[in-house]
Each structure stands twice: as C-alpha cells, then as structure tokens.
C-alpha cells in the first residue's frame, strides 16, 4: 500500500514509518517539523534501506494535502500529526483546537477530495478522563479533563459522524497510553524540540547532564511506593499496532475505537530504577508536589486490540529502558 503519515517525523511516526517500510509499504511523510527534526528521515532511510519520500508541510493547508494525496496515488493515511502536551494545552487551548481539530478537518476534506476513505487516527487515552473504573476499556465514559484530550475526544466524535454518513470509510482510533522506548538500532527515539513532558525524555536530560535531577510529582499517591503510576507501552509494539490496525481496516468498515496499552501498570519509581538498572546510571531525583489532573493510577484492558486486531504489547519494562539507554547513548554522541 501506499500510506500517508502526517507527523511521521514524530517519535510514535518514525517508528510506524520505519516497521511499515520494513513490511513493504511505500511510506510518505507529511510533517510541519513543529516538533520532530529533519534529521529524522536519514535516520529511518538507514534503518529501512528504503526510499521514504517527504513533504515539509502543514496539515493545514488542505490544497496541499490534497495534491500529495493525488499525486503519491495514497491508499491509506496514518494521522499521528498534532500538538501533545498536556499542560500546555491548558495553557494555549486554542493553539490546540487550531491545530489539531482544525488540522483534522482539512485532513478529512483533502481525503474526501481524493477519494481516499482509510484512516488510522493517533488519539490519546486522555478521552477517558478521571477512571469510574479500572482497568480503561473502550466502553468506559469518555471525559476528558483537558484541552488535549477534548482535542481528541472532538476528532474520534468527527470520525464516527462520518462513517455514519458514508459506509465506505474505514476507521480506526488508537487510543494510546504512555509510549516510551526507543528502536533496537538506537537510531531513532524520543527527541522533543525545547523541553520535554514526557518521563524518559527527562531521564535522558539528567543521564546527559542537561538537567541536575528529575523531578517526580508527588510520592503521596495511593499507591505501593506514592508515585503515580501508569501503563507504559513500548514504542515499536505501538507502531505494530498501528500495522495490525491498517490489515484488520482492510476488510471493515465504520469507525473502531482501539487502546492500546500493556495491560499493566508501574510506578515512576519503578521505570527509574529500570532504567539505573539498564543502564547503570545513578538517576537523582527529589519529589516535588503533584502536577495538577494527575491521577494515581491508570492502564489499559486492551483485549478488543487483542482479539480483533490479534495485537499485543510484548515488549516489558527491561526491553524498554535498554532501549532508551541505548537512544540516548547515540545521541549524546552526536
């Protein structure tokens, strides 16, 4: 097939790019580089030995899309293109709303004029909001306590409204938990522009010294040890799931909510003293107080994925921290 990824420079599209690549897809790449780097697409062309094409645009610019849509004979789009941070989507809501449900909607019309009617959209556990019950399946309420994840939550509703107008789209909408992980080359992995929000990135700066130590939000959390804690998945099994998602589309239409998680859940002390065994770094952290819409705990039941999809995370928490041990190695090298 061939297949359009918009943010494929991304962490989760670099992967999804390089494992559709490796498979046998012809892979074209959409990003802005708001915040993903060029450099990126040597990296993926390494790995893959394939020729991955790129467009430097913005998914707004619905002509645009269009045309490359036209133009690359697209079969199928991957959409992972958005803006991702929590709190700063508190912050600037309607930078969000602009880029990412706008984005959506251009994205939708550049497919419609194209005749393209498979989509795999990169949504976000965050619909779910505070959990009534635990583990998350896709039935749960959806409530989602802030901008980002009413982002997503206004993206999938579109999505359904459309398959509900037109039968012939096929739809899937990943809802991801916390990605984390890197590739077992050590060529690609996490690597925000500015400073990141995510826990490993932050490890990474207090192993390479761009930080003094990590802080972790709260210890006084209900739980074994007080720290939060949340169902890590491993970047490369989430790329697999987007692979599985594009196979089962084939052959269904309508719009399908997915998660996508381990089905298990650690605490922020438990990935750190992972990730000094892994590596065998002294990670200094102090505790400072808790970041406001974090909760104690959350993770996915992801037996819909499982049974539908015939995906599952395989990846554990050892296989993730040398992962990103080894990423983070490479970079500091460069």
């Avoid at 991957?78 to 994205?107: C, F, M, R, T």
């Avoid at 901008?147 to 107008?165: C, F, R, T, W």
Wanted: charged share 20%; net charge negative; aromatic share 8%.
């Amino acid at each position: 097939m061939n297949i359009l990824l918009t943010g494929g420079m991304g962490y989760i599209g670099s992967h999804t790019a390089t494992l559709l690549a490796t498979a046998g897809h012809q892979v074209h790449i959409y990003d802005n580089l708001c915040n993903s780097n060029i450099e990126t697409l040597a990296r993926i062309k390494k790995i893959t030995s394939k020729d991955i094409a790129f467009t430097h645009a913005d998914i707004r610019d619905t002509k645009k899309l269009t045309q490359v849509l036209q133009d690359e004979n697209i079969d199928a789009v991957i959409h992972l293109a958005g803006l991702k941070a929590v709190g700063e989507s508190s912050k600037n809501p309607i930078d969000y709303y602009a880029n990412n449900v706008q984005g959506s909607i251009s994205l939708i019309q550049a497919m419609q004029a194209s005749n393209i009617k498979t989509l795999v959209f990169s949504s976000s556990a965050t619909v779910y909001g505070d959990p009534v019950y635990l583990p998350y399946d896709e039935d749960h309420p959806t409530s989602p306590t802030n901008p980002y994840g009413q982002n997503k939550l206004h993206i999938e509703e579109m999505l359904q409204d459309l398959a509900v107008s037109d039968a012939a789209w096929k739809i899937a909408c990943l809802r991801y938990f916390n990605p984390v992980g890197a590739h077992e080359s050590g060529l690609i992995g996490e690597d925000p522009n500015g400073i990141p929000n995510n826990l490993m990135p932050v490890i990474g700066q207090v192993v390479t010294g761009k930080l003094s130590s990590l802080n972790i939000f709260g210890d006084d959390y209900d739980t074994p040890d007080g720290t939060g804690k949340r169902d890590y998945i491993h970047v490369v099994d989430l790329a697999e799931g987007h692979l599985a998602s594009l196979n089962w589309l084939n052959s269904h239409a309508g719009c399908h909510a997915f998660n996508l998680g381990s089905g298990d859940s650690y605490s922020v002390l438990e990935l750190l003293h992972h990730f000094e065994a892994a590596s065998g770094q002294n990670i200094p952290y102090q505790i400072v107080g808790r970041r406001l819409g974090d909760l104690p705990e959350y993770y996915a039941k992801a037996d819909k994925a499982q049974s539908l999809l015939g995906w599952k995370a395989k990846r554990g928490l050892a296989e993730i921290c040398s992962s990103s041990w080894l990423w983070i190695k490479n970079t500091r090298s460069h």
